[in-house]
DNA sequence: CTGTATTTTGAGAATCAGAATCAATATCAA
DNA sequence: TTGATATTGATTCTGATTCTCAAAATACAG
């Protein structure tokens, strides 16, 4: 998904986040913007193999860092922390907030939301004197489907 | 709580779990659950610092993060990565499974269960055809009243 | 268009939590 | 007590991420 569909929207987003702070918009930073908004979700160091292996230009690992920080301040990208100890950038930008479930077999990552869970959140805060600003909801297991569970692994979307 | 209280019970526990797996009983390790035992839960450097005060004996890092991964195979305690780098260890054995409220303000973290939540999640992960094994739910935000706020981060605990 | 001030880049060094190494030491079972 | 085996602590290593800084790119005023 997301095949050739323009990136005019996006890049004006950016654009025009740059712009309002005096930073600038560099092709490095336009190249791992539409390669970032081409995936669901992704490691840096992915990223950095995935842009690398098209050599259209040189770029540093630090640079990946940089700009994949940017777009979280910008809204696009979103950092999460799942079991292991890498950074994994989720591409929010067409997304309502979510939750994930996680299987611990072949790291399939689905993304789920549900306002029942989120309504009965908001009372346990209340219950202890808070107010939420975020959350986080993981949940691990693993498919039913063994067998799906493999053909995912192999997918070349991994 | 539990200061002068008797570790008969969790040292039996260790005792018996490394019996089992022909480990032995050292007195670092005897030292570390006894001062894990006496906290909710801690890092491994505030352990290691805690214990290092109190020098009754030396004892290496690498001692105090091994043990603690060992309390955790036995079940004593648990690893929780919050939203920070560094991983925080939960003295669960008087505790049933347990979510986390953690204020962003003064860095309180308050322990709660959902029942109604845990439905709704086995529910979900149903729908999507996986298997539980566990989850991860905290709720990020901040304590109404900011002076009770401020007192807890003061308070001798921290 | 052009010069210049400013930001960004890339390569590698620095960090930091945590794990691995290994010789010296402690434990346990006979 | 002894000897086989596990553990310790000091240190080094690792791997992800950030920092540094000179060189390069960009924006913008003129």
Redesign the pocket.
Same mark, same amino acid.
């Given at each position: 998904m997301l095949k050739g569909s323009s990136l005019y929207k996006e890049v004006a987003l950016l654009k025009n986040y &740059?712009?309002k702070n *005096? &930073?600038? &918009?560099?092709?490095? *930073?336009e190249t791992i913007l539409e390669a970032f908004l081409r995936v669901d979700h992704i490691?840096?160091?992915e990223l950095y193999r995935e842009i690398s292996k098209k050599k259209r230009? *040189?770029?540093? &690992?630090?640079?990946i860092?940089?700009?994949l920080?940017l777009l979280c301040e910008i809204g696009i990208g979103q950092q999460r922390h799942f079991d292991e100890?890498?950074?994994i950038f989720d591409n929010v930008l067409h997304k309502k907030h979510h939750d994930h479930l996680i299987c611990n077999k072949c790291d399939k990552i689905i993304e789920f939301e549900s306002p029942a869970i989120e309504r009965l959140q908001e009372e346990m805060a209340a219950r202890h004197g808070f107010t939420l600003n975020n959350h986080r909801l993981e949940l691990y297991g693993h498919c039913l489907d063994w067998k799906k569970c493999r053909d995912w692994q192999k997918s070349a979307d991994r």
């Open positions: &740059l712009t *005096r &930073l600038k &918009l560099t092709q490095q *930073r490691t840096a160091e230009q *040189r770029m540093g &690992l630090a640079t860092y940089r700009t920080n100890n890498r950074t």
